[in-house]
């Protein structure tokens, strides 16, 4: 089948597979994509301070959850930075999450610390670190760990002021610590050459690395000094009982528990107890290539990941980087038979995943592990479904925040297939949240296939009772 039939063949699978969901697909003009992004966190006390790109905004966490009315427990198996679970916590419901990457656990537990209460005497502590900058008459150091990725990283002066303000800060009271290093995680991404773009790290001319014809200028990149004090200074602000009082630390008598597992949920799902969860509110990684363990580099080298635990982090990911290996899911959990039955008799996938094997071999692709990813990504995602579907109680809800995307010129429907899906394991479509306006594809395939509006969706799937 010639390219343009097979793109017709697909088009024609996904308007009919479109048509069975034609009265779920409800725009709702207040989802905006700042509010199913990190755009909305920007401006908010203490979600700012990290500059998760990939999390949802907690507004759109109290959206649904004050929309639909839940209570009880809550579980967010692609937690991030915890924006789900705190933003549940603070309207007095328990949340559970499931993190894979260190950076994300990091920012969890971090803000647990401070959720347990700061005292005066360690913020006056936090102060006295932007007031008198004790790193700069430090002569010790603490030598920065890299990765082959992330090798001079820094302007040489702001690697030293690193490294002596590793060491200055083990003189600190544990709490102390934790949120000193806490911030220099904060402006690691600032302080460097690099910048964070997607599929991977972009690298400023400045660094002497010569990566793509046309050179990157990220722009001013501020001192050590002026980054950690200006971060420090915002958090001393967002701790300030005031602050405190808007709703992201509340009172202990009010706020829900906050668990955190550390692990893939695809190892970790299958360990909970079933029917305990009265929602579950999500956002997996979306299958577009990213690959977190290159943008989060610079965070995961600080945090003692080697080369090694690179690449077991890489595979141990959902898949949706073209490195991924394919993962032995019956092997992981035998009990997954019949979604990844239901997977493959998925007529859409079946024929998006033979038209991107066919470009493969007609070395019409960018990448030969597209279609092993893609492949991978829809199998590993109905399995992560089927075990939603197992820890939610009958009647609950489901949320997840999903793009489309676009390979080799076909359009791929995530919404639909794994709509389509969530119906084989007992799972209710009730709508599909449509943002007001699509997201454009990536320049690449505009300019080979021309634009595409895509979807940004939210789903909500109710657990039949």
């Not at 198996?77 to 916590?89: D, I, K, V, Y």
Request: with cysteine.
């Amino acid at each position: 089948m010639v390219t343009e039939d097979a793109i017709a063949y697909i088009e024609t699978l996904d308007r009919a597979l479109a048509e069975q969901f034609s009265a779920e697909f409800i725009t709702n003009p207040a989802l905006t994509r700042s509010l199913v992004s990190f755009q909305a966190n920007k401006n908010r006390p203490i979600y700012r301070w990290y500059k998760y790109k990939e999390a949802f905004s907690a507004a759109l966490v109290e959206f649904l959850l004050n929309t639909y009315n839940i209570k009880g427990k809550v579980l967010d198996p692609f937690a991030g930075s915890g924006t789900a679970l705190f933003a549940a916590s603070a309207l007095g419901i328990d949340a559970d999450g499931i993190e894979l990457l260190p950076i994300g656990q990091t920012i969890i537990s971090t803000k647990q610390t401070l959720d347990q209460g700061f005292s005066t005497d360690e913020i006056a502590r936090i102060n006295y670190w932007v007031e008198h900058c004790p790193w700069n008459t430090e002569s010790k150091r603490i030598s920065l760990a890299e990765l082959r990725i992330t090798k001079g990283a820094y302007p040489e002066a702001t690697q030293e002021a690193i490294e002596k303000f590793l060491y200055a800060l083990q003189q600190e009271s544990n709490r102390v610590r934790d949120v000193l290093f806490f911030a220099l995680l904060c402006i690691l991404e600032a302080v460097s050459f690099t910048r964070k773009d997607g599929q991977y790290l972009r690298w400023d001319y400045r660094s002497g690395r010569k990566i793509g014809s046309k050179p990157f200028n990220k722009g001013n990149i501020p001192s050590f000094d002026d980054a950690i004090s200006a971060k420090l200074r915002e958090i001393i602000e967002d701790l300030h009982p005031t602050t405190l009082q808007q709703g992201f630390f509340t009172e202990k008598t009010s706020s829900g528990a906050i668990k955190l597992l550390h692990g893939s949920c695809l190892d970790m799902m299958p360990q909970l107890k079933a029917q305990q969860y009265d929602a579950i509110i999500t956002s997996p990684p979306y299958c577009n290539r990213y690959d977190y363990t290159r943008t989060y580099a610079l965070e995961l080298a600080i945090l003692g990941v080697n080369e090694t635990n690179l690449v077991e982090l890489r595979q141990a990911m959902l898949s949706c980087t073209v490195e991924n290996r394919e993962k032995d899911l019956l092997k992981m959990n035998g009990a997954w038979h019949d979604v990844l039955y239901a997977a493959n008799q998925q007529h859409l996938l079946q024929e998006i995943i033979a038209y991107l094997q066919a470009q493969k071999s007609q070395k019409k692709l960018n990448n030969n592990g597209i279609p092993r990813m893609v492949k991978g990504y829809f199998f590993e995602m109905a399995c992560i479904i089927a075990e939603c579907s197992r820890v939610l109680k009958p009647n609950a809800l489901l949320f997840m925040v999903n793009d489309n995307v676009r390979y080799a010129g076909a359009s791929v429907s995530v919404d639909l297939i794994l709509s389509d899906i969530a119906r084989h394991v007992g799972f209710a479509v009730e709508k599909i949240l449509l943002l007001p306006t699509g997201k454009g594809n990536s320049s690449q395939q505009m300019g080979e296939h021309g634009r595409d509006a895509l979807r940004k969706c939210v789903y909500v799937w109710r657990k039949k009772g």
